[in-house]
């Protein structure tokens, strides 16, 4: 059975993959706050990545970064400490992650990272700046990475359009704002975490194994987008 790290697996997207894993690894979940449920192969770790040290582990297998944040303000409300804090959940966080278990995942079995960006970073959406900047950094990292691990680790990323989380709650809080989400995705949908979940598992999986440093857009048909 394979060892899964999971950075914040305990709600939204995070928690949808650490649930799919646990019939098919052990499972280490890092978070500030415990999972709501529980099962055999499951540890839990309360820690904040940003701020303390993450817990020493001798197996790793997969490692998978989820933190993330939504900071949408216009540009002039934009404060320089909402670009700081934004690139230290999406990018420092995500580093400090990747050093700190390269070691084990080296001698990992089939080895592989994934982290998250978001389809901001292609499509200029108005209201990103500060969370577009900080996770097309999240890209070139991935790229970067992805080259300099081969072929021993593999690393790719998941951009995911709205998806319903805690996260994207403000995004979906009424009807009104639900269907004009809907009517801007030609898919006519927006995402849900198992959706995401299931391109995760994926991208670690034997079936991916010639996939490294790339970019999987989850957009549902997006070209164009407003608020």
């Known amino acids: 059975m ?3 790290v999971i950075i914040g697996g305990s709600k939204g997207i995070g928690k949808a993959i650490t649930q799919t894993f646990l019939n098919t690894h ?3 979940n890092i978070s ?6 529980t099962h055999d192969n499951l540890t839990h770790y309360t820690c904040d990545v940003l701020t303390e040290d993450l817990p020493e582990l001798e197996e790793v297998d997969t490692l998978i970064y989820c933190p993330g944040s939504i900071n949408l303000k216009p540009i002039t409300r934009l404060k320089l400490d909402d670009f700081r804090a934004d690139f230290e959940i999406n990018v420092i966080g ?3 992650a990747i ?3 390269l070691a084990p995942l080296k001698k990992g079995h089939q080895p592989a990272i994934v982290l998250f960006s ?7 959406m108005p209201f990103h700046a500060s969370v577009a900047a900080s996770k097309s950094a999240v890209e070139g990292l991935i790229k970067s990475v992805g080259a300099e691990l081969a072929p021993t680790v593999r690393i790719n990323g998941i951009a995911p359009t709205v998806t319903d989380t805690t996260l994207a709650s403000k995004l979906l809080r009424n009807e009104k704002m639900i269907e004009n989400i809907t009517e801007r995705h030609p898919l006519k949908k927006f995402l849900n975490p198992q959706e995401v979940a299931d391109m ?9 194994a010639s996939i490294s440093g790339q970019i999987f857009e ?5 070209v164009s987008f407003k608020i």
């Open 2 to 4: 394979k060892n899964l």
């Open 26 to 28: 052990k499972v280490t």
């Open 32 to 37: 500030r706050t415990a999972p709501d449920f």
């Open 94 to 96: 995500a580093v400090k």
């Open 99 to 101: 050093q700190h278990y």
């Open 118 to 124: 978001t389809v901001a970073t292609k499509l200029g």
């Open 200 to 208: 995760a598992q994926f991208l670690t999986s034997e079936k991916a």
């Open 218 to 222: 989850m957009d549902c048909g997006i």
